[in-house]
């Protein structure tokens, strides 16, 4: 079984102690169990301290460090340049493919899992011409304003319901983003602001993801039991079977006639894929079976919807923590939109209070500041001053990258001025290269334009609707401590909002 062999091969490097004393990794900086062992940023990763845990060893060691026996991290421009550059010849990972809904490390691969670059450029191409701000624009901007007002409907009705008059805005935005990335997939919205929770969907996602990370941090383990009689059976073990079943109405959607989709359930009903597979030629078309459909429509949802919400979330929490950013921007949104009806994706983008808090969030907030793990080609590479030999995993995180007081003055403190023009972002070119919310390069996030548009209407139709809203006494700093797996949330799980009793009438 080639599984079982990998498994005692990496087993058994683990534990060479002699392969261990002639790795040339040996010349980095490091804590001196990374010889043996990654656990450590294992245990972190449990304890919800991934990022934190790894920017800690930055601060300690410098900006290249060794993590573990074939495992680097590197926190410096040139470093992240050569690593994440277009045309480079570093693949994403193995690690990527636990993050689907196919079982834990299967094929077939979305997007995001891929780490073969043929493979990845090819589903790129296929996919990427329906994430433009163009296309987002003319196919979707009508459906993401809809969603985001009914998001905001709902916190204004959930408030007046009150007594305090809170509400909580965190679940409100996850909904919406939901909603949005649904309708994209899937041709027909999960409905889940008209339910007012979350899909039942995410509860399968949720317990796949923790049978990924069982089967990608203890791959004997989860092997041996997952084989055995009874305990086998536990759903921990099949959640993704639910996924995938779900996905199948992806597939049917994807054979819809695409006409101008305007997301309402009474429309054809015509996801991305039917305009994908319209518009491909049809050997690249071809190239998307109905598993594929399947995975991708159910990795866009896991991608495309915490991402979203919870930076929105924290955008709120930073501006509301501001009281002059607060006014300023309320009066920004309110005074250039005097007549609603001019609100438009373009017109946003020109808002520069707006842009900047956004921008500001993303570098402190971002909702995926986690290690992006890639193999160094064969042959190794020059990083930072030493050599790395081909084969070891090196990674990059914008947690890091986003905290470096080389690139960001005082960059601990929220200060939205920065990107403000004349700002430090908009003059210093390493402040610029050093931002990367979304990642960098082929890898990069494909849907950062439907995410900016998701954050500009979601913060603008937000505060000037609701202008004078503050945080709940619940909403401390404390409770808004990232915790970070993969993606940051907040500890508290919620963030609430105190909204004006007459908000919205305006
Ligand atoms: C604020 C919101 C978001 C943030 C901060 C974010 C962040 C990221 C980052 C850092 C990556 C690179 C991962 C890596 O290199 O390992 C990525 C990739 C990706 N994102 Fe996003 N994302 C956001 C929203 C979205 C949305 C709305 C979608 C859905 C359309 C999405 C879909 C994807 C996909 C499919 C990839 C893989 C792209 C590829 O490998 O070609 N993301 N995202």
């Known amino acids: ?6 498994q005692i091969a990496t087993a058994t490097d683990r534990t060479h102690i002699h392969q261990a004393l002639r790795n040339p990794l040996n010349a980095l900086p490091g804590p001196w169990h990374a010889k043996f062992t990654t656990l450590p940023g294992v245990l972190a990763t449990l304890s919800k301290q991934q990022a934190q845990h790894y920017h800690a060893l930055h601060a300690r060691f410098g900006p290249l460090v060794r993590t573990g026996p074939r495992q680097v991290f590197a926190a410096d421009l040139d470093a992240f340049r050569a690593i994440h550059r277009v045309g480079g010849r570093f693949r994403k990972a193995d690690y990527y493919h636990y993050f689907g809904t196919t079982e834990a490390g299967r094929p077939p691969y979305g997007l995001f899992q891929m780490t073969d670059p043929a493979d990845h450029a090819r589903r790129r191409k296929l996919l990427g011409a329906g994430f433009t701000a163009t296309a987002l624009r003319g196919e979707w901007e009508d459906m993401v304003v ?3 007002e009914a998001a905001v409907e709902g916190m204004r009705r959930e408030a007046m319901l009150d007594d305090e008059g809170e509400v909580d805005v965190r679940k409100w935005w996850n909904l919406m983003a939901c909603d949005v990335i649904s309708t994209i997939m899937f041709g027909k919205s999960f409905d889940a602001l008209k339910a007012g929770r979350k899909d039942p969907w995410f509860d399968a996602v949720m317990v796949a993801n923790q049978a990924a990370f069982a089967a990608l941090s203890f791959p004997w383990l989860y092997e041996v039991i997952k084989r055995l009689p009874v305990i086998g059976n536990a759903p921990f073990f099949h959640a993704h079977k639910a996924l995938m079943g779900k996905g199948k109405a992806a597939v049917k959607n994807s054979r819809q006639k695409w006409d101008s989709n305007d997301g309402s359930s009474s429309s054809s009903g015509a ?3 039917a305009k994908v597979l319209r518009e491909a030629d049809p050997e690249e078309g071809g190239r998307l079976t ?7 429509a159910g990795s866009f949802m896991i991608a495309g919807t915490d991402t979203t919400s919870n930076t929105l979330t ?6 509301l923590s501001h009281p002059d950013l607060q006014a300023a ?3 920004e949104v309110w005074e250039t939109f005097q007549d609603p009806s001019l609100i438009s994706d373009a017109a946003l983008e020109k808002l520069p209070i707006l842009h900047a808090v956004i921008e500001e969030t993303l570098r402190l907030h971002g909702a995926a500041p986690m290690p992006l793990p890639r193999i160094v080609p064969p042959g190794g590479v020059e990083l930072g001053g030493y050599h790395i030999p081909g084969g070891t995993e090196v990674a990059t995180q914008a947690w890091t990258m986003h905290r470096d007081p080389r690139f960001y003055t005082d960059p601990e403190r929220f200060d939205h001025t920065r990107w403000l023009p004349g700002g430090e972002c908009t003059t210093s ?4 290269a050093a931002f990367a919310p979304f990642g960098a390069g082929s890898r990069g996030c494909i849907g950062k334009q439907l995410a900016y ?9 937000f505060f000037r609707a609701f202008r004078g809203c503050r945080l709940a006494p619940s909403a401390t700093p404390e409770s808004m401590l990232m915790d970070n797996i993969v993606l940051i949330e907040p500890r508290g799980k919620v963030l609430k909002v105190v909204l004006p009793r007459a908000a919205g009438d305006a």
């Open 329 to 331: 921007l309320e009066t």
């Open 271 to 273: 996801n991305l894929f």
């Open 429 to 432: 070119e390493a402040a610029r």
């Open 290 to 296: 109905d598993a594929d459909i399947a995975v991708e």
């Open 453 to 461: 548009m998701e954050l500009r209407y979601g913060a603008a139709v």
């Open 314 to 319: 924290y955008l709120v929490w930073a501006v």
């Open 146 to 148: 809809g969603k985001v």
């Open 1 to 6: 079984d080639p599984f079982i062999e990998t």
